[in-house]
């Protein structure tokens, strides 16, 4: 009899685009500017995206729309979380703080946007394009997911 094995990338779904944004804006003010500006309703999720590593915890916020019409998710996630490391009591410095990044190899991306569905390329270049006509924003791109080694932290 034949075996099938199934690999770990058969696992999870790799049917998104992902598009990377810079820019200073706390993530509600952009949120809200991308809805005003994709026409989208992007909530926050009550839970955020957790990852422990040596007994540091790290949550990445994310705000979810999903859009009935087009039958796809959008999901605008921040790459960086900011973790309180508490020293010793016998160390008389403060506490410090150390950031901490979803997507480490793209540490200058301040946010993505993910879309799983059906997405063409035409597509996701019509929406960086409105993405980059927000003043604030200081640019947007598509970014090619088969690029990045920790993409699996974006299979959620």
Do not use: C
């Not at 926050?44 to 979810?64: E, G, H, P, W």
């Not at 997507?103 to 200058?108: A, D, F, L, N, S």
């Not at 394009?129 to 080694?149: A, G, M, P």
């Amino acid at each position: 009899m034949q075996k099938h094995a199934i690999g770990l990338n058969e696992l999870y779904e790799d049917n998104f685009s992902l598009i990377g944004i810079h820019t200073t804006l706390e993530d509600f003010r952009l949120a809200y500017l991308l809805n005003q500006t994709l026409k989208t309703q992007l909530i926050k999720d009550k839970q955020s995206l957790i990852f422990k590593k040596q007994r540091k915890s790290s949550a990445f916020t994310i705000f979810t729309y999903n859009s009935l019409k087009y039958e796809d998710r959008w999901d605008l996630i921040a790459n960086s979380s900011v973790v309180d490391v508490k020293k010793d009591e016998s160390e008389l410095l403060l506490p410090s703080e150390i950031k901490t990044y979803l997507i480490p190899e793209r540490k200058t991306i301040d946010y993505f946007i993910k879309i799983t569905g059906n997405i063409t390329q035409d597509y996701i270049r019509k929406t960086v394009k409105k993405i980059q006509s927000i003043d604030q924003i200081v640019t947007s791109y598509f970014i090619d997911k088969n690029t990045l080694k920790s993409k699996e932290y974006l299979i959620f």
